[in-house]
């Protein structure tokens, strides 16, 4: 007779699954923003503006809904809460990245 015992490890619940997937689909998107801005770096700013207003915006919409979603449910001393604490306090800085096609997207240079 088979028990639980011999049905082989457990599988993570969804809700643990969705957990586990969060930093990834943090990085995708924001991968996202990077590819953008790369694809326009010789771009006017006036052109990369547009494109900032057509497609980072609804990005950073997508960033805000996740970071909206799941920022009660991480633990705020954890390494995934701090970066979801400092992500927040960004937000004012990324509004008006998006308005303003001469800023860099990073302050790092290469």
Known sequence: ML???????????RRQCDRRQLPTRFVTLI???????ARSAK????????????YSRRVLERIEQLLVAHR???????????ALQY???LRPW????????AWPISARRP
């Open 72 to 82: 009660d449910g991480v633990v705020s001393g954890s390494l995934l809460g701090k």
């Open 31 to 37: 991968a996202k923003l990077y590819v953008a801005e």
């Open 3 to 13: 028990g639980w015992a011999s049905s082989g490890p457990r599988r993570p619940s």
């Open 43 to 54: 771009w006017d700013a006036s052109r990369r503006r547009r494109l900032r207003a057509r």
């Open 87 to 89: 992500l927040s306090s």
């Open 94 to 101: 990324l509004v008006r990245y998006v308005e303003n096609g």
